[in-house]
């Protein structure tokens, strides 16, 4: 099992930055895969960002060079930098964790931060 708490959500204007941060507990050498997703109301969840246990990292489209994605593995933590924000970033951001592989899988979900983008 891997609990996992967000923090650093918040209102902020255009043009403006954020740090998410997610700290997990438990199980947590069994992640490969840790990641970032939103949820706009009235859409659906979409993926922002993903990181590996090898650092490897992937971002949407629509963040691509505002995003950062990073982990301190010291601390447990994964990081999202947010740069440069517009009013469509607007959404409730959930960390994950992924353990397993394939059918082994398991997806850990935290409780969600608000961000707001608005003047």
């Known amino acids: 099992q891997v609990q996992l708490v967000e923090s650093g959500g918040g209102l902020v204007r255009p043009g403006g930055s954020l740090r998410l941060s997610c700290a997990a507990s438990?199980?947590?050498?069994?992640?490969?895969?840790s990641g970032w997703y939103r949820q706009a109301p009235g859409r659906e969840r979409e993926l922002v960002a993903t990181?590996?246990?090898?650092?490897?990292?992937n971002y949407a489209d629509s963040v691509k060079g505002r995003f950062t994605i990073s982990r301190d593995n010291a601390k447990n933590t994964v990081y999202l930098q947010m740069n440069s924000l517009k009013p469509e970033d607007t959404a409730v951001y959930y960390c994950?964790?992924?353990?397993?592989w394939g059918r082994g899988e398991s997806h850990y979900w935290g409780q969600g931060t608000q961000v707001t983008v608005s003047s």
């Open positions: 990181i590996t246990s090898g650092a490897f990292t």
């Open positions: 994950n964790a992924k353990t397993g």
């Open positions: 438990g199980s947590t050498l069994a992640i490969n895969t």
